[in-house]
């Protein structure tokens, strides 16, 4: 195996699994997150709108790490720097 | 396919070049200066005002009521730099509506000056409102362990910042773009409102946690005060 075939293989294998594992913590983190915020809104209507907007800063910390396992595989995928070195 | 806006030049000269990204990012201040300033040039302070002053002073008074909620005493000081952050992001997100449109917050460039700019700016109101030698014991609380990870914090708070934005912007733009070659008939408008929905949350998000930091900045360490 050359090398171009090694990187090809490695760079596409990584994407996957980078997104496959990326976005497990994060749902499981969000579907917890919304799971008591809508428990504790049952419980205090009137604190609606600071429970609101304390879930949805909430949950875009939690989704940035989803976001960053997004970002290394479409770097994998689209602007790999090891693909442009091997191929050119 | 590219991955940003970064990529499609409209003039190069040497070093300096003119991609989609900084056009687009003229094309956004122009619209939004100019049709704020030919909006305030008549402004009414009785109770009669054209409708579209009441649309600025909806926006105006609404985003200092939430700076409000976040933890700034006093949202007057904040207002022009969060406020300027929010509808820059917010208006550059929802012109995706427009065909042909790409938001030059899918780009890292736009997204880590932004970034920069909070980053530089939370010292600076830190410094404003508690004195540079205040400002700087903060960094070594509770112990002075902490310096070094307080630091650390502080950078990479900046680089979630930008990498958060970006991550929603590019992955919104790619979604569709390759939606269009498998499915190009219903789904790609179904993907282009859930990006119009997470772009006006992400504005909001980055606003507020701006604001946040500010806060967390400027907020006075008195010897005293009740735990919060």
Known sequence: ?88 | MHISPDQVIYWQHGFFKLNATIVLTWGLILVMAVGSILISRKISKGNKRSRWQNLLEIVVTGIEKQIEEVGLSHPRKYLAFLGTLFLFIFVANLCTVIPGYEPPTSSLSTTAALALLVFLAVPFFGILEQGFGSYLKSYAEPTFIMLPFNIISELTRTLALAVRLFGNMMSGAMIVAILLTITPFIFPIIMTLLGLLTGTVQSYIFSVLAAVYIAAATRSHEPGLQPE
């Open chain 1, 1 to 88: 195996m050359d090398n171009t075939t090694i990187v090809a293989v490695a760079s596409i294998v990584t994407a996957g699994v980078t997104t496959c594992f990326g976005v497990l913590g994060p749902a499981l983190g969000e579907g917890r997150a919304v799971s008591t915020s809508l428990s504790s809104l049952a419980q205090q209507p009137d604190a609606s709108s600071t429970i609101t907007r304390t879930l949805f800063v909430g949950l875009a910390m939690i989704e940035s790490c989803a976001i960053y396992a997004f970002v290394v595989s479409m770097i994998l995928i689209f602007a790999n720097p090891f693909w442009n070195h091997v191929i050119g």
